[in-house]
């Protein structure tokens, strides 16, 4: 299967058979790698970790090549295949470090943690009769002991919220599902919203379940969201742009010096094809999802909102080894309708490629639509047009048609550091239970509740126990931000991703924009 990923990794999964003669090197390269190898394993004045060392001269050789050619080493690999799979084996739930104790912060539907009762706001005390909580627990041991062979046993002693007593759950672990959807629900009597955070092998399963839900709720429009979307399978992008056209329309192709053209063309079955739509695209979503914009843009059938998309068009195949490690390998490019190549310029190396987002930073362009026109890409004569005549650029991204800059108070170094210390989660654990519990549904929380500045502040004196040194101006510009989010993560915790993105985007600049497009 075709697999698109921009951003860090980037790579395709090819749908052909692979045999152990596409690993073949030519014999004098195999040679001299394997000589050099040796050489170092036996004459090098340390140790050395064999695997690591071959896995690093591989991956450097891929990446004299391109920014996406890569050498993925097993775990890696594995957990990859697994998130675009569309699930694992284990017990399925989320949760968070606080005091060296597991909280759960979501169960999966219809995974087994929530089939045996567990509950967000649960703490595991013991594993398997053995002390669990207080044992310096780490994500990796966290994995490693909730993660199994499918139908293997679990037993957990957990505390639950409001019981001194530990209650025991025996859990038999089992496939957990992972939706590629992070939400979906109606903006308005006729409009929807889906937000989709990667192109899986359910995707385009997922989507049609919740498009069907929401057209039962009165569905005529839709804003899709891909922003921050990193890609996936190409045949989830290419479904999913099914379901928005016509029969017989051409939505991507490929082609490569090994690789004849391919041509990817839409069917009759899809469930959304005359409704008006709206794309949300940012400079992080890539890959598939520039598959899907660039084709939904080039035959008139949506209109981009956001900024210029990541500018991956590199196709690549993936090669496994027999240790479960492998290498992704770029064969083909791919070109969207109109016959453009989106990929951005990689000739500085790999590393100015993946800091070009920071420089489009530093010069302004995710804030001013015209300093994005003075990119050297835009000032070329653009042989590229839709299917009405609007011209169309390509080497660079999707250049949206409505231009959406970015918010700076989102994206704080303070705002970070919150969210990735989890300091939002923890403070709803430990003081939010009381605020919760007085609403029955998200709907009431979402339209009723609004983080009050004496909460705030009690916020960030929770906070500042975690990081020790905030910039006061900073603090200023993200108060409102901070409180948006404190709302949201408390919503998920008690309702999910849905109520959580409701929340998100009720200040949503580009969504507001995107709703007008389509009005």
Same mark, same amino acid.
């Given at each position: 299967m075709l697999l698109l990923i921009g951003i860090t990794i980037g790579f395709f999964l090819a749908d052909n058979n692979l045999s152990d003669n596409g690993l073949n090197f030519s014999r004098r390269s195999n040679n001299k790698i394997n000589s050099v190898l040796r050489l170092v394993k036996e004459n090098y004045v340390d140790s050395v970790n064999e695997d690591s060392l071959e896995g690093v001269a591989v991956n450097d050789m891929l990446q004299t090549l391109d920014p996406h050619s890569l050498y993925l080493q097993p775990q890696r690999a594995q957990s990859i295949n697994e998130n675009l799979d569309g699930g694992f084996n284990g017990v399925g739930l989320e949760y968070q470090l606080l005091r060296d104790t597991l909280v759960i912060t979501q169960v999966y539907p219809g995974g087994p943690a929530q089939t045996a009762g567990l509950n967000a706001g649960d703490k595991i005390i013991n594993v398997n009769e053995k002390k669990f909580s207080g044992t310096k627990l780490t994500a990796d041991k966290v994995d490693q002991t909730l993660k199994g062979d499918s139908l293997s046993q679990i037993s957990m002693s957990v505390l639950v919220p409001g019981n001194p007593a530990l209650k025991l759950y025996h859990i038999q672990r089992g496939h957990v599902d992972l939706s590629s959807l992070d939400a979906a629900y109606m903006i308005s009597p006729e409009t929807g919203y889906i937000k989709i955070s990667k192109f899986a092998s359910t995707t385009d399963v997922d989507f049609r379940a919740a498009l069907s839900r929401l057209k039962a709720q009165g569905l005529?429009?839709?804003?899709?969201?891909?922003?921050?979307? &990193? &890609?996936? %399978?190409?045949?989830?992008?290419?479904?999913?742009?099914? +379901? =928005?056209?016509? *029969?017989?329309?051409?939505?991507?192709?490929?082609?490569?010096?090994? +690789? +004849?053209?391919?041509? $990817?063309?839409?069917? @009759?079955?899809?469930? #959304?094809?005359?409704?008006?739509?709206?794309?949300?695209?940012?400079?992080?979503?890539?890959?598939?999802?520039?598959?899907?914009?660039?084709?939904?843009?080039?035959?008139?059938?949506?209109?981009?909102?956001?900024?210029?998309? #990541?500018?991956?068009?590199?196709?690549?195949?993936? =090669?496994?080894?027999?240790?479960? /490690?492998?290498?992704?390998?770029?064969?083909?490019? $791919?070109?969207?309708?109109? &016959?453009?190549?989106?990929?951005?310029?990689?000739? %500085?190396?790999?590393?100015? $490629?993946?800091?070009?987002?920071?420089?489009?930073?530093?010069?302004?362009?995710? #804030? /001013?639509?015209?300093?994005?026109?003075?990119? /050297?890409?835009?000032?070329?004569?653009?042989?590229?047009?839709?299917?009405? &005549? *609007? *011209?169309? $650029?390509?080497?660079?991204?999707?250049?949206?048609?409505?231009?959406?800059?970015? @918010?700076?108070?989102?994206?704080? @170094?303070?705002?970070?550091?919150?969210?990735?210390?989890?300091? #939002?989660?923890a403070y709803t654990i430990d003081q939010l239970g009381p605020v919760l519990n007085k609403f029955h549904t998200s709907d009431s929380f979402v339209s009723q509740y609004a983080v009050s500045d004496d909460e705030f502040n009690k916020f960030i004196l929770y906070a500042s126990k975690t990081i020790k040194e905030m910039d006061s101006k900073e603090l200023l510009v993200s108060k409102g931000t901070i409180k948006t989010i404190l709302k949201a993560s408390a919503a998920r915790f008690k309702w999910g991703d849905n109520a959580y993105f409701e929340v998100m985007n009720g200040d949503d600049a580009a969504l507001k924009k995107a709703v007008e497009s389509i009005n």
């Open positions: 005529k429009k839709l804003v899709l969201d891909i922003r921050e979307n &990193g &890609g996936g %399978y190409l045949n989830s992008a290419t479904s999913l742009a099914d +379901e =928005f056209l016509p *029969k017989g329309k051409l939505i991507v192709y490929t082609k490569g010096a090994h +690789e +004849e053209r391919k041509d $990817y063309f839409s069917t @009759d079955s899809g469930m #959304f094809k005359e409704g008006k739509l709206a794309v949300l695209i940012d400079e992080y979503s890539a890959s598939a999802s520039e598959i899907l914009a660039g084709a939904l843009q080039d035959l008139d059938r949506a209109v981009i909102v956001g900024r210029r998309s #990541f500018g991956k068009g590199l196709v690549q195949q993936q =090669f496994p080894f027999g240790d479960g /490690s492998a290498v992704n390998l770029t064969v083909a490019r $791919y070109y969207t309708p109109s &016959g453009r190549s989106i990929q951005k310029s990689y000739k %500085y190396g790999a590393e100015s $490629y993946h800091n070009e987002i920071a420089e489009r930073m530093r010069k302004g362009e995710l #804030f /001013s639509e015209q300093r994005t026109l003075n990119d /050297s890409i835009f000032k070329k004569p653009s042989p590229y047009h839709t299917a009405s &005549g *609007k *011209k169309v $650029y390509s080497g660079g991204g999707i250049m949206p048609d409505v231009f959406v800059p970015a @918010d700076t108070t989102i994206n704080t @170094d303070l705002v970070q550091e919150l969210s990735e210390q989890q300091v #939002f989660t």
